[in-house]
């Protein structure tokens, strides 16, 4: 099983940026595709941005080149940089851990959840 804690959440005015990191423990990280998925209220959860085991990356349609999402097999540790936010990014933000290590977009393909970091933007 794996513990995925996420950070770096917050409040920011459009335009302007956020990094959100996610802590794993427990199964090998580096076997594991990694992604972030968002959930806006009263909306159904969706995919952001994923990365496998080797690296390669694949990116929602509506956050293609503003976010950016990396690995840090060292840390045990995922990133998403999220450039030139605007306000329909407001969102709680999850990451969550694939045991496959294949990158894939549907929620049912990931195992192990985090509980969930606030993104706020501003207009």
């Known amino acids: 099983q794996v513990q995925l804690v996420e950070s770096g959440g917050g409040l920011v005015q459009a335009g302007g940026s956020l990094r959100l990191s996610c802590a794993s423990s427990g199964r090998t990280f580096v076997t594991n595709a990694m992604a972030w998925f968002r959930q806006a209220p009263g909306k159904e959860r969706e995919f952001v941005a994923g990365i496998s085991r080797s690296s390669t990356t694949d990116y929602g349609d509506s956050v293609k080149g503003r976010f950016t999402i990396s690995r840090d097999n060292a840390k045990n540790t995922v990133y998403l940089q999220m450039n030139s936010l605007k306000p329909e990014d407001t969102a709680v933000y999850y990451c969550?851990?694939?045991?496959?290590?294949?990158?894939?977009?549907?929620?049912?393909?990931?195992?192990?959840w985090g509980q969930g970091t606030q993104v706020t933007v501003s207009s």
């Open positions: 969550a851990a694939d045991y496959s290590g294949w990158l894939r977009r549907p929620t049912y393909a990931y195992e192990s």
